[in-house]
């Protein structure tokens, strides 16, 4: 009997604490064009879609920065970086926060804060 | 008998008193002094009109025996002519006439005819305008006188005069002529009828002194003392003179502004007979050699030499033609014989000569005696002997424009030679030589029929001809040496620093002008000839070349050209050993060998020489610096021309065998068995840059069984055989074959495009075909490495790094590989690889390679390159299927970092992975680069860890009977920097399903979450594992993959997360996600 009176307490409580409202932000694509930077990682968001990243810690310049292709779709925002010898790697954040200035995305494990580089 | 003698001398004493009784008679008691004096003096002041003083007359005849005659005991005759020495003409002690008595007797004629003088002085005086002191006599004949004497006193028809001890000094000054006979003591012997005079004058030994002034400036002096005899005759017109002469002594001197010479004969004896008719004189002079002197100036040309002289010869003097029938003059032990004629054309004013002329066995230091002080210097120090033969002919006509013919030989017999700066003594030194000569070419000549000579361990010997004396001379020479040289080595000046020792010998045969060497006209010049070089050693300063015996022939020009345009020069040597050495420089040395060369006239830079080089050799060796070669039996042909169609540029044609190479250079090695070339190089100077693109090699090259070291190389290359074709585009390999150490490689293909790769204008294009049993790709990539790439653009990218591996660039080389076997640094193994390997530009690709590795059959594409310093890429794209995962992990240890959980998991699955990354130059990874997306599949795996799974398996409630046994994994993840993202994936055990998802980072650090899907419970428990390795947390928690794989129910981010799986996974297959 205890062992069924738990299962239904368990059941209850996931069933409260797990269910999450889930709220749409929708953020101005234009405002992710240009450069931006988290510390020496810079990003780079072009019209097209396309971008590139790379970080001057590392000797890494801007001209060898490796490419991505990106979508903004509400607050998701996707990167799909591209690898030279074939293959992609998709990386999906939602944006918390895109100004002129300022963009903030996370994903379940972490969150990212840049700056806008003129 | 003796009755009769006794009556005959009875008889005869008798008459002869009664004669000496009458003699006496007549002299002491008819013709007494007293009677004659008178009648003397009388008669003589009849015939001499100058004062004159006779002393007592008397009558001889025991003096005069058998005849009678006059004997004043003092005549003097004084005649003053102005200018003579003194008045006196004649001044003598006593003077006898022999007279004729019968005449006197008969007809009282006085006729005399032999004087005899004694003691006393004769002055002979002609003044300048020819007045002689002894023109005393009268006009009146002795006809007149008769009438008025009682005797008639003829002198005529004199047959002797006597002299005795009397002095005779004769002057005339329209001459310039001075002689003083002195203490001279004569007889002068003689009859003169109208048409005949015959005469003979003995005369004793006396003094003779001459003094002729020949011009205003110039006087002849003579100073003799002699004896002579001389007979003569003039008979019919014929003169015929026989003199004797003996114990001459004498001296002459002239002198004059321009020439002055002295002369000094001592003891001579001469015999001269001859005869004159009309114009024609022929005699005979025979002159006992004698002592002479000779000096001309101050130089004396003889001293003491001792002379003799015999001359037959026949003259004509209005022709002033003179034939010697027989001369020979010697002076000291040297005798000269002339026979011929010569001939004085006054009218064509030429001199017309046929002489002939010999002289045998001249002592060579006999004539080095004659050589005069002032001609010293030039035979100082030198010491000559021999003897000389000499014969000729002087032939022809001798004028303003012409010469006569000289046609002689002279030879030379043993002859020595030593001079001071010759540092050797000549011996043996014999010549024959003919001169040939009018003084004119080309008609003139020298003939060397031999000449030959010896030095202790030398000899030469030379014969041939001069021509052109006279102007270019032409010499043809023939000449056979045999040189050691160490005796010659004196002669080399210190300063030039040269030693020489060894042996040459051989023949030349040359023939040049003095022009051509002077001008150094090669191309004229011709000459040929074989030496042999025995041991030579020759050293200059730090260079030095050696030959044990060798040979050499040559020729110039060539005789037996092989091309029209090598005929310059020609030359074969055989060696058994040369070695030439340059100190702290290079050294090189042949056996055995035979070099053969021939070219065109090479001193000419304005064109391409034409070459000709074969050469078989059976040992080489060179060292330089670091550099070692040793070749066995090179053999070959080189060949250098002018292009065709374009002459200014050289073209040349290598062909080539050899056996073993051995060459050393630094800190590479090369051994080869054998190398075949066949080369042809055309030269385009236009190109500047590059060697190779100036010579545009084209051709064939062979090596078999060749072992290569490099200092960057574990192991040295072995090559079993290499053939390869090329020309300037393209490189053509056969076959390559190599091996390093357990690696074999074959190699066959095309190289192209070369030229336009080195000028810069393409890439290096090549497609080649590899196959090996064996690879270890390490050591292919150190042969490879910084291909290139310049030292610079190495020291760029690699930095100090000298690990990091630089692709050659500038090329776009493929390989078709087919490798048996491969390993890479001895910990990776693949076996049965095949596939594309590309390198371009610089960029290594590995395009869809398959092989089998230990734990499954792979497909790897891969992609590696280094743009620039500390920026290395490298890509990776491989496909494992059914492979042990534990292997997986084993082969590929980084897979355990990426997805730790796979440790956990055993049995076969499918891997596919594709990453990249950039590096530094010591390959460290720079983390913000790293991109890798992976694929598993798999199918009835088993957890291993044990230990884990209890955890795991305890907090979602397993049932203990539960199997660690996995019915199917399929996973997905990537790696974005330091971030690895598992994607949820389904993993079925038993009755359970769970779906496994989250995030490590490299550092690993977990967050991961194990969801239950389907398990007998009925909620949905879920599992996160947070932490390290070393320090995990296992705890429930949310589920968050509950409704994957569960289409129906899953929310859009679960569909999200399963659509980038799909996106990996088909771009890790290649499938099209749209």
């Known amino acids: 009997m205890k062992k069924i009176l738990f299962i239904a307490i368990v059941f209850l409580l996931s069933s409260v604490l797990f269910n999450s409202c889930e709220k749409e932000y929708e953020f101005d694509e234009t405002l992710l064009y240009g450069k931006w930077k988290q510390g020496t990682l810079y990003y780079k968001y072009l019209s097209d879609h396309t971008g590139a990243t790379w970080d001057t810690s590392e000797d890494v310049t801007e001209e060898e920065a490796q490419k991505f292709t990106w979508t903004l779709v509400n607050s998701e925002l996707r990167q799909i970086h591209i690898m030279e010898i074939g293959g992609e790697i998709p990386k999906n954040y939602n944006i918390t926060e895109l100004t002129a200035t300022s963009l903030k995305y996370n994903d379940s494990f972490s969150s990212y804060s840049f700056s806008k580089v003129n | ?1074």
């Open chain 2, 1 to 1074: 008998m003796k009755k009769f003698l006794k009556i005959f001398f009875i008889s005869l004493g008798t008459l002869l008193l009664l004669a000496f009784i009458a003699a006496g008679i007549v002299s002491w008691l008819i013709f007494t002094p007293e009677k004659l004096t008178p009648i003397v003096r009388k008669q003589a002041a009849e015939y001499i009109n100058c004062k004159s003083e006779i002393g007592e007359v008397e009558i001889t005849f025991f003096s005069t025996f058998p005849r009678f005659g006059l004997r004043a005991n003092k005549l003097i005759l004084v005649n003053p002519v102005y200018g003579a020495p003194n008045d006196t003409l004649v001044n003598l002690k006593e003077i006898t006439g022999v007279i004729n008595i019968e005449s006197l007797v008969k007809n009282r004629e006085l006729v005399v005819n032999d004087f005899r003088l004694s003691g006393g002085n004769i002055c002979a005086y002609i003044d300048s305008n020819g007045h002689a002191n002894f023109d005393i006599f009268g006009n009146s004949s002795p006809e007149q006188d008769t009438a008025q004497t009682d005797l008639v006193f003829k002198i005529i028809d004199i047959e002797n005069i006597d002299l005795k001890n009397i002095s005779i000094l004769y002057i005339d000054e329209t001459m310039n002529l001075k002689a003083d006979a002195r203490r001279l003591s004569a007889n002068i012997n003689g009859s003169m009828t109208t048409n005949d005079i015959v005469g003979v004058i003995d005369a004793k030994p006396f003094g003779l002194a001459l003094e002729y002034g020949t011009g205003t400036s110039s006087v002849l002096e003579t100073e003799i003392h002699m004896s002579a005899k001389v007979s003569g005759s003039l008979k019919s017109g014929t003169l015929n003179v026989d003199a004797a002469v003996n114990s001459l002594d004498g001296i002459l001197h002239y002198g004059s502004d321009s020439l002055t010479f002295d002369m000094g004969i001592k003891n001579m004896s001469a015999v001269v007979n001859g005869s004159a008719h009309g114009d024609s004189i022929s005699g005979k002079i025979s002159m006992e050699p004698c002592e002479v002197m000779f000096q001309l100036g101050n130089e004396k040309y003889l001293q003491d030499a001792v002379v003799g002289l015999n001359i037959v010869a026949d003259a004509m003097l209005s022709r002033q033609f003179v034939m010697l029938k027989e001369v020979s003059l010697s002076v000291n032990d040297l005798k000269l014989d002339v026979a011929g004629t010569i001939e004085n054309d006054t009218v064509q004013k030429l001199v017309a000569t046929n002489l002939s002329y010999k002289f045998s066995s001249w002592p060579v230091k006999s004539i080095m005696a004659l050589v005069p002080p002032s001609f010293s210097s030039y035979t100082e120090g030198v010491a000559a002997d021999g003897n000389l033969y000499s014969e000729g002919t002087v032939k022809g006509v001798y004028s303003q424009s012409s010469m006569p013919l000289i046609d002689l030989r002279v030879l030379l017999e043993n002859g020595t030679l030593q001079y001071s700066d010759f540092p050797v003594p000549l011996t043996a030194v014999n010549a024959d030589v003919n001169i040939h000569t009018d003084f004119k070419d080309p008609q003139s000549y020298v003939s060397i029929n031999s000449l030959d000579a010896k030095t202790p361990q030398s000899s030469i010997k030379t014969t041939g001809r001069i021509t052109n004396l006279f102007s270019d001379m032409h010499l043809h020479l023939n000449t056979d040496v045999s040189v050691l040289l160490s005796e010659f080595a004196p002669m080399i000046p210190d300063s030039m620093k040269i030693t020489a020792n060894g042996k040459v010998s051989g023949n030349m045969e040359t023939e040049f002008s003095m022009s051509q060497i002077e001008n150094v006209e090669l191309e004229k010049i011709k000459t040929s000839g074989t030496f042999t070089l025995s041991g030579l050693d020759i050293v200059y300063d730090s260079l030095s070349v050696k030959t044990g015996l060798s040979t050499v022939e040559f020729a110039l020009p060539n005789p037996k050209a092989s091309t029209g345009n090598t005929n310059f020069v020609f030359a074969d040597i055989t060696t058994n050993n040369l070695s030439a050495n340059k100190t702290n420089s290079f050294s090189a040395s042949l056996q055995n060998a035979e070099i053969s060369f021939e070219s065109s006239d090479v001193r000419d830079t304005s064109k391409i020489p034409d070459i000709l080089c074969s050469f078989n050799i059976n040992t080489l060796n060179a060292q330089m610096d670091s550099m070692n070669v040793s070749i066995v039996q090179p053999s070959g042909n080189i060949a250098i021309a002018p292009r065709k169609n374009m002459a200014g540029e050289p073209e040349i044609r290598l062909t080539y065998n050899s056996g073993r190479i051995d060459a050393l250079f630094g800190e590479y090695s090369a051994l080869i068995e054998k190398l075949n070339l066949d080369i042809n190089a055309e030269k385009d100077s236009a190109q500047k840059d590059n060697m190779l693109l100036q010579w545009n090699p084209r051709g064939f090259m062979a090596i078999e069984t060749g072992t290569v070291t490099m200092a960057s190389l574990s192991y040295p290359v072995e090559i079993p055989e290499i053939k390869m074709r090329f020309d300037p585009e393209t490189v053509n390999i056969e076959k390559g074959a190599a091996n390093i150490n357990q690696s074999d490689f074959n190699l066959s293909g095309k190289l192209t495009n070369v030229s336009s790769y080195i000028k810069g204008d393409s890439l290096l294009m090549g497609e080649f075909s590899f196959a090996s049993g064996v690879t270890d790709i390490l050591q292919l990539m150190n042969i490879t490495n910084g291909i290139g790439y310049s030292d610079e653009e190495q020291d760029e990218i690699a930095g100090n790094s000298s690990s990091t591996f630089l692709v050659p660039k500038g090329m776009d080389i493929t390989l078709h590989t087919n490798i048996n076997n491969a390993t890479y640094g001895g910990n990776i193994t693949a076996s049965n690889i095949n596939g594309y390997v590309r390198v371009y530009n610089g960029t290594l690709v590995l395009d869809e390679i398959s092989f089998t590795m230990p734990a499954a059959r792979m497909e790897l594409t891969a992609m590696y390159r280094t743009p620039r310093e500390n920026h290395l890429f490298m890509g990776l794209n491989m496909r494992m299927l059914n492979i042990e995962i534990a292997e997986l992990l084993q082969m590929i240890p980084a897979i355990d970092t990426m997805m730790p959980m796979l440790r956990s998991f055993g049995g076969e699955g499918e891997f596919r992975f594709a990453g990249e990354l950039y590096t530094d130059s010591l390959y460290n990874v720079k983390m913000s680069t790293i991109r890798a997306s992976s694929s598993i599949r798999g199918n009835d795996l088993v957890l291993m860890d044990g230990e884990t799974f209890g955890r795991i398996a305890r907090t979602l409630r397993f049932r203990k009977q539960t199997e660690n046994k996995i019915d199917s994994l399929s996973a997905e993840f990537t790696i974005f920097r330091n971030e690895v993202d598992i994607y949820p994936f389904l993993i079925v055990m038993d009755k359970y399903k769970a779906v496994v998802g989250g995030r490590h980072y490299l550092n690993m650090n977990f967050d991961y979450n194990i969801s239950l899907v389907e398990s007998p419970l009925p909620i949905r428990l879920a599992v996160g594992v947070k932490g390290t390795p070393d320090k995990m947390r296992f705890r429930l928690s949310r589920s968050k993959y509950a409704n994957f794989y569960r289409p129906a129910s899953r929310r859009i981010v679960e569909n999200k997360e399963m659509e980038l799986r799909q996106l990996i996974r088909s771009a890790l297959t290649g499938e099209n996600t749209e």
